[in-house]
C-alpha cells in the first residue's frame, strides 16, 4: 500500500474508533437523495415530498458539481436551487434532529477537477467557497464524494481534507473565522 492510501485508511480507522469511544447514542440511519430521480416515470419518479423525513437521521443530497474553473461548487440539474433544495431542506421542519448534507462529486465527476481544487492554496479557497454555498442554501455540511481517485491522486483527496480544516481552525483560533453555532462546518 502507498503512502497516501495507507494515511487514508489509518484516518478512517481513527474516525471509526472516536466515533465508537464517544458513545454515538443515537444509531445514524443514511439516506440519499438523487437529484435525477426527478426524471423517472410513474411511480418511480421521486421528489422531496416523497421522502419520509423520519426514516432518516441523515439526507445526503446528491450531487452538487465541482466548479474547478472558479474553485467552488455548482448545482448539476436546472431546478436544484428553486425547487430540489429547498424542498430536501425543508423536511427538517418535520424532523428537527435531521440533517441534510449535500454530496459533492459523484460517479460522473472527473478527476480532473479534483486535482485541480486539491492544491493546499485552491484546497481552502475551495472550502470557504463550499461552507458559503452550503450555508446560504440550508445545509448541515458535506460529503466529499470522490469515487474514482488513481493511487497517483490519492495524496490530493488528504490534502483537499487536510489543509482546509487546519487553516480554518487557525483562523478560528485567531477569532479571524467564524464556523457559526452548532454547525457541523
Request: charged content about 15%; proline content about 5%; glycine content about 6%.
Amino acid at each position: 500500500m502507498s503512502d497516501p492510501v495507507k494515511t487514508c485508511v489509518w484516518m478512517t480507522a481513527v474516525a471509526i474508533l472516536v466515533s465508537a469511544v464517544c458513545g454515538q447514542q443515537q444509531r445514524i440511519v443514511s439516506c440519499y437523495f438523487t437529484n435525477w430521480a426527478q426524471y423517472r416515470k410513474g411511480v418511480a419518479k421521486f421528489l422531496p415530498n416523497n421522502v419520509n423525513p423520519k426514516l432518516c437521521t441523515h439526507i445526503y443530497f446528491a450531487f452538487a458539481k465541482i466548479d474547478p474553473i472558479n474553485t467552488t461548487i455548482a448545482p448539476i440539474e436546472w431546478n436544484d436551487v428553486s425547487v430540489l433544495y429547498p424542498g430536501v431542506v425543508a423536511l427538517k421542519g418535520i424532523n428537527p434532529r435531521l440533517k441534510v448534507i449535500l454530496s459533492i462529486g459523484g460517479y460522473s465527476e472527473k478527476e480532473s477537477s479534483w486535482i485541480t481544487i486539491s492544491s493546499p492554496t485552491r484546497a481552502i479557497t475551495f472550502s470557504k467557497n463550499v461552507i458559503s454555498f452550503v450555508r446560504r442554501h440550508g445545509f448541515d455540511g458535506v460529503n466529499l464524494d470522490w469515487e474514482t481517485p488513481s493511487a497517483m491522486t490519492a495524496a490530493g483527496f488528504i490534502t483537499l481534507v487536510q489543509v482546509p480544516l487546519f487553516y480554518l481552525y487557525i483562523l478560528r483560533y485567531r477569532g479571524i473565522y467564524d464556523f457559526g453555532v452548532g454547525t457541523n462546518l
